[in-house]
């Protein structure tokens, strides 16, 4: 166990990816240990919590994909009436093209 006149060495530095709650937890527990300013423990702590999606975050991203998914079926249900269309007209000249070789 470390003393004051020994500090535990820390963690090694985070990358860019979002901090995980026992993370979080290790690098607060050795900053009490060594008896880190609340200034640099506010610092970490807004580092941290900057990688946190907020309620509004998760509510406007939820939003957004319902508007694309409504958009996204419109745009199917055009096609699929396209195609109908489509497969009728082909039916259509392709029974005229039969009627008009057999003569009838």
Known sequence: MATAEQPTTAPPP???RPIT????????????????????L???LSYALQHYSTKADVAETKADLIQRMGETEARLIRWMVAMMFGGMAAAAAIASFVALVLGN
């Open 21 to 40: 709650r026992t993370e979080l937890r290790e690098e607060l527990a050795h900053a009490l240990r060594n008896h880190v300013t609340r200034t640099e």
């Open 42 to 44: 506010r610092q970490e």
């Open 14 to 16: 985070r990358d860019e």
